[in-house]
């Protein structure tokens, strides 16, 4: 992201899952001009069903840095560190998504940001928020408020750019439509979820932000 326009922001994605899902948020590091994709110990390899989802982010999946732990992760020089979670209480205060004009000085331009997102299964413990220095939820009315990862980051960087935080790319041929080999792909993945669901919970999908 040119520092001009705003924040460089990295997103780094917790133990994710699901190829699929991983795919998808490297898109989305494309519309939303991501400086880079991360990733600690992912639990999926990063092959063809992610890059199938990738679409125009294939670069960053190119790119991708991978760490073995959250204190490499956070141990880079980013002027703030901001962790998500669905779980709220006494001892997990957190943002709500539509607060983030609260800390809109965290997103001015030049500051390093990075953003950090839990596991599909189970989100970001307690220890692992401890070092952020934020905390952000989205507000869901429902009776089952998780989301899907990929979801969840699309909501997120969103609503950072509504406060001036990010510019959506201009640059990029982000609006074509899927080919075949995409849509093929996607109904492949269908039908691998169908036939692997008696081994492995469809929860593995759900990103508990």
């Known amino acids: 992201m040119d520092p001009l326009n ?14 699929v899902n ?6 989305l590091c494309a519309n939303f001009q991501i400086n880079q994709l991360q990733i600690i110990s992912p639990k999926t390899r990063l092959g063809k069903a992610a890059t199938d989802f990738a679409c125009a982010g294939k670069e960053f999946l190119e790119q991708v840095k991978i ?33 983030l004009e609260q800390i809109q000085e965290v997103f001015a331009p030049s500051n390093k940001i990075l953003l950090l997102f839990g596991r599909e299964s189970s989100g970001l413990s307690q220890s692992e928020l401890l070092h952020c220095d934020y ?8 009776e ?32 074509q439509k899927a080919n075949g080999a995409e849509i093929m792909a996607f ?8 036939h ?14």
């Open 144 to 175: 089952y408020p998780v989301l899907n990862l990929s979801h969840a980051v699309a909501i997120v960087l969103y609503e950072i750019q509504k406060l001036g935080g990010l510019r959506a790319n201009e640059n990029r041929e982000l609006t």
């Open 135 to 142: 905390t952000i939820k989205i507000n869901l009315r429902g």
């Open 196 to 209: 692997t669901s008696e081994l492995q919970s469809p929860d593995h999908l759900v990103c508990r932000l």
């Open 6 to 19: 705003g924040p460089i922001i990295d997103i780094c994605l917790v133990e994710p899952q699901g190829a």
């Open 22 to 27: 991983v795919g998808s948020v490297a898109r």
């Open 187 to 194: 109904v492949r993945n269908l039908r691998s979820e169908e």
């Open 67 to 99: 760490y073995s732990t959250m204190e490499e992760a956070v141990s880079q020089d980013h002027h703030y560190t901001i962790g998500t979670t669905a779980k709220t209480g006494k001892e997990r205060e957190a943002l709500g998504i539509d607060q």
